[in-house]
Every structure is written in C-alpha cells, then in structure tokens.
Nanobody, 118 residues
Framework: QVQLVESGGELVQPGGSLRLSCTAS????????LGWFRQAPGKQREWVAT????????NYADDVKGRFSISRDNGQKTVFLQMNNLAPEDTAVYYC???????????RGQGTQVTVSS
C-alpha cells in the first residue's frame, strides 16, 4: 500500500533554512502531483505547496511564497520542500500527500516537526 515518509524537520533559528524530504513507496510516483501541508499546535492543517506530475507547475500558499520551494525527483520517488528565511510562524508538523487527478490521497503519515525559535 501507499506509504509516504517525511523527514528533515528540526529546531532552527529565525532566518534559517531547512530542506524537508518525503519519500514514497507503493505508488506510481510519477502519476501523482505532490503537496506539502502543515499543522501548527491548536490550528487546522493547512496547505503549503503543490507540484504537478511534470515538476514544472508549482503553487504556494501566500505566506510561504518567495521563501519556500517545492521540487521532486521521480527517480528517487521523493518530494522536497526547501524552506528559507524561516519564521516562528512556520513552526508546525509538516506532512506530504499525493494527488491523483483531482483527488488527494489524504494520507496521514507521522510528519516531520519543524520548530523555528531562538
């Protein structure tokens, strides 16, 4: 079955950078658009970024635009989220998900914790 495993989160100072990874198995990776979501304590899960199957079309939430960059490596079955100029408001558990056509898998993995604090 489908499995998505996130990694790369850690404690970082404001203004710092992190690169998150999400590696997939049990799916034809290149057939799926991929996205990153995050959930901060006490808040609902929110969408962060999406990359289409070709890797050319990328969309970002307004509050991360210009700071975050999503990319994918179909050979490694991995999607990345490069996060620069991190702010305390970016503190959250980050999750990845796959979308086939217009339907998200709504996969619930363990996520990876990003904490931005001095």
């Amino acid at each position: 079955q489908v499995q998505l495993v996130e990694s790369g989160g850690e404690l970082v100072q404001p203004g710092g950078s992190l690169r998150l990874s999400c590696t997939a198995s049990g799916m034809i990776f290149s057939n799926y658009a991929l996205g990153w979501f995050r959930q901060a304590p006490g808040k609902q899960r929110e969408w962060v970024a999406t990359i289409d199957t070709t890797g050319f079309r990328r969309n970002y939430a307004d509050d991360v635009k210009g700071r975050f960059s999503i990319s994918r490596d179909n050979g490694q079955k991995t999607v990345f989220l490069q996060m620069n100029n991190l702010a305390p408001e970016d503190t959250a558990v980050y999750y990845c998900d796959g979308r086939y056509g217009n339907r998200w898998l709504n996969y619930r993995g363990q996520g990876t914790q990003v904490t931005v604090s001095s």
